[in-house]
């Protein structure tokens, strides 16, 4: 099962009136293979999300939707991805629970519809519940591209992170109340960013708020300009060419936004030492490593001679200082890295030159 297209309806849509996010899923093989089909399947989720048993479906009664996992051969895994997003979603603390599978026309691919309170917590329910369900198939039935994985998967701990990115993805007590307000009096509105940053009505009536700075001033202009990677977003919104990016915080965290940006990261020279590392996996991790080294001297230097880096005097001293140290712990670094290098390489690394 895989999804071939992803759209969110931020306001009424073909579908409900309130915001949803429809997938477009290909099940494949499982095109002929319902839940009370696959061995163990309905069992295995159940003990894994209990709480679907409250689950009215069509039946309009807790205990519909798992009728309609073990009756007249079950129901499509397409229909089952929709309810688990919906119950990832509450377990979040979400009030969601409007959800529609619909055949889109062709044979295995159907529209999968659920609602979202918070559109980034949405897709990532939609994701999460996409991988739930391929760790619960057998081997044979699932995709290609998940055979070559590893089989652990920790669904509590996953629920834990989901649940710590909602409360992340929170709007604040003052952005909150309101947005609260103007929903009463049914403002629309929109989040535009990852903060507080929101949008009351549409067009030329449209008003922008920032916590509790407004539009009618220039700080929140100021503010998004001073934010690189914001700036960054909005201007590739508009289709202006900017280099794609990605913050992280962690090794994990850039081979996964390596792999996202289509990137070949690696070291390839680094003091005349050359690392043919052959995995996505170690050419970021060490990169990451030699990143963090390099901040960590900087930020040591910096609390040594001076607490304001932009002016010319600690700059001075700054930069002979970082120089020699850098070059004093150099030696131990690239000796780390020639260990990971033999460890991780089974060829011999090329002469210089060769190959190009």
């Known amino acids: 099962m895989i999804v071939v297209e992803r759209r969110v309806y931020r306001g009424p849509s073909l579908y409900a009136h309130f915001p949803v996010m429809r997938l477009t899923v290909d099940l ?25 048993h409250a689950h009215t479906c069509s039946f309009g009664e807790a205990g519909g939707f798992v009728r309609r996992l073990r009756e007249d051969g079950g129901t499509w895994l397409g229909h089952v991805l929709e309810h688990v997003a919906i119950e990832l979603q509450q377990l979040t603390g979400a009030h969601v629970s409007f959800g529609k599978t619909r055949g889109e026309g062709t044979k295995g691919r159907y529209h999968v519809v659920y ?31 998940e055979d070559d994985k590893p089989t652990a998967f920790d669904l509590k701990r996953e629920i834990v992170e989901l649940i710590d990115f909602a409360q992340r993805r929170q709007l604040g007590p ?14 629309p509105w929109m989040r535009l960013n990852d903060y507080s940053l929101i949008q009351f009505g549409h067009g030329k009536y449209q008003k922008r708020i920032q916590a509790t700075v407004t539009s009618e001033t220039r700080h929140i202009a100021v503010e998004i300009a001073s934010d690189k990677e914001e700036t960054n977003r909005i201007l590739g919104d508009l289709g202006l060419p900017v280099p794609r990016q990605r913050v992280v915080r962690s090794a994990e ?13 690696g070291l390839a020279r680094t003091a005349g030492l050359r690392l043919a590392a052959q995995t996505l996996l170690t050419k970021v991790a060490l990169a990451f ?27 001075a001293m700054l930069v002979p200082s970082h120089a020699v140290t850098t070059a004093a712990f150099a030696p131990f670094v690239f000796r780390i890295a020639e260990r990971v290098h033999i460890a991780t390489i089974a060829s011999p690394i090329p002469p210089d030159g060769a190959g190009r």
């Open 174 to 187: 003052s952005t909150g109340s309101i947005v609260r307000a103007a929903e009463a009096r049914d403002v």
């Open 115 to 145: 609602e979202y309170e918070e559109e980034r917590v949405g897709e990532a329910a939609g994701d999460l519940a996409l991988r739930f369900l391929h760790h619960l198939l057998p081997a044979d039935l699932r995709p290609r591209a």
């Open 28 to 52: 494949g093989v499982l095109e002929e293979w319902p839940s009370a089909k696959i061995p163990g399947f309905n069992d295995a989720l159940l003990e894994a999300m209990p709480t679907l």
């Open 289 to 315: 490593v030699f990143s963090l080294f390099e901040s960590v001297v900087i930020v040591a230097l910096t609390a040594i001679f001076g607490n304001d880096p932009h002016r010319a005097r600690a700059l």
């Open 253 to 265: 965290g850039a081979v996964s936004a390596a792999e996202r940006l289509g990137l070949l990261v």
